[in-house]
């Protein structure tokens, strides 16, 4: 008797653990919401409270870019790197009581969100 109640004890916090998980994971938000609560943020910060992405893209330094840079008088010299990242989330933020955006966009510079943005047409 004492295994049986056990085994209904471990598949009880085993159901009740799916279903915190997939209530946090359906959570969305409304776009003035899903603003205040990121922009500025850390890359951390926006993991542990969303997840993982469903996709990350690294930003490319175009070949011709020093060039430009160089030709409109601003010095390389002292410019430091700058990592840009975006990182992209599905159905996550609202645009009215009933549609979501299909993709969220959020923009890394150093680690830090500086842009956000939200599309329907990808």
């Not at 922009?39 to 930003?59: C, I, Y």
């Not at 870019?65 to 010095?75: C, E, I, Y």
């Not at 609202?94 to 599309?119: A, L, P, Q, S």
């Amino acid at each position: 008797m004492k295994h049986i109640n056990l085994l209904h004890r471990v598949l009880l916090a085993l159901a009740l653990c799916a279903t915190v998980n997939v209530a946090y994971a359906a959570k969305t938000f409304g776009e003035n919401d899903f603003i205040d609560n990121f922009s500025g943020k850390s890359k951390k910060l926006v993991q542990d409270k969303l997840g993982k992405p469903f996709k990350v893209q690294q930003s490319v330094k175009p070949s011709n870019a020093s060039n430009m840079v160089a030709g409109m008088g601003q010095p390389q010299k002292d410019s430091k790197p700058v990592k840009v990242e975006m990182w992209y989330y599905k159905n996550l933020v609202k645009y009215d009581n009933k549609h979501t955006y299909k993709e969220t966009e959020i923009t890394f510079v150093n680690d830090r969100v500086m842009n956000i943005g939200f599309f329907n047409n990808r």
